[in-house]
């Protein structure tokens, strides 16, 4: 028999007691109590853990392991309360990225689970690195043409403003240069009809960026900035010297850059928590 604090029932009441219950905690709760039931290897403790292996799991990446929507969902909005999240999002990049973007590109929608991915670890410095010197294509060049021929709208208006989130940051990243115009055109049709429907700021600054706003262009070039910054700047605390060629890569993570080797041993207390093996 049980414990109390092990009996699936009573584990699932505390998740829905901490959770605003929603549709996808619904669902969410429902999937883990049939699991549970049915007998299968799932544990349910293990799901309520956030990893960076749990998060590939769940999004495809590892073994014969399928997608599944519901339970990457849920690890989501775990993690979005874990402390430990930029070091989590770090360790996810450095070991799945690229298999991430892989399975990106054998998609042909503008939401997908692995679009979902990489719109959670796209302000990483491990993601503006992949983009620099890993990327076979443009990504924001793909996004915008999926969006753009999307013969339908998102049914949940929630991942639309998900989708306008990714391709905002990836305008900032890469340029909208690497838009086609003929894309750029049918998205800032579709863009203005969203704005006026919805009113979310991810869609008014994805507008304003197609349509060349000065002011939004000044925040996305902040942004680029802020992401590539770790690359191209000593990541000691007030040292502020810069040019990549001219400084010492961590050849750990390739993340981050530093003026000495006496800089980069001071900095590792702080670097340490999102400093992961990197494939690429």
């Known amino acids: 028999m049980p414990t109390r604090e092990h009996d699936p029932f009573y584990t699932l009441l505390l998740v829905l007691n901490c959770f605003t219950i929603h549709k996808a905690t619904i669902v969410f709760a429902v999937v883990l109590t049939m699991s549970w039931v049915s007998g299968t290897q ?15 799991e769940y999004c495809g990446l590892t073994g014969d392991q399928q997608e599944n929507s519901v339970f990457l969902e849920r690890q989501l909005g775990l993690l979005q309360r874990n402390p430990s999240q930029s070091a989590i999002n770090s360790e996810f ?94 998205l800032l049709q579709k863009l203005r009809e969203w704005n006026r429907k ?28 802020h992401c590539e910054k770790s690359l191209s700047e000593c990541g000691f605390d007030g040292c502020g010297q810069s040019g990549a060629s001219k400084l010492l890569q961590c050849s750990r993570c390739k993340t981050a850059v530093y ?22």
């Open 93 to 186: 990049c450095a070991k799945y990225l690229p298999a991430l973007v892989d399975a990106y590109n054998t998609q042909d929608t503008a939401f997908s689970i692995p679009m979902r991915m990489l719109n959670v670890v796209a302000y990483l410095p491990y993601f503006a690195r992949f983009l620099l010197t890993t990327a076979r294509s443009s990504v924001c060049k793909t996004q915008a043409r999926r969006m753009a021929s999307a013969s339908s709208d998102p049914a949940d208006p929630a991942y639309l403003v998900e989708t306008c989130q990714f391709l905002s940051t990836l305008l900032a990243l890469q340029g909208t240069d690497s838009v086609s115009e003929e894309d750029k055109q049918m």
């Open 259 to 280: 003026c000495d080797r006496d800089h980069q041993k001071k900095s590792w207390p702080l670097h340490k928590a999102t400093c992961f093996p990197a494939v690429f």
């Open 198 to 225: 919805y009113q979310r700021q991810q869609i008014t600054r994805c507008l304003k960026q197609l349509e060349g706003d000065p002011e939004t262009m000044v925040m996305a070039n902040g942004l680029k900035q």
């Open 42 to 56: 799932t544990d349910l403790q293990g799901l309520l853990i956030v990893t960076a292996d749990s998060l590939a």
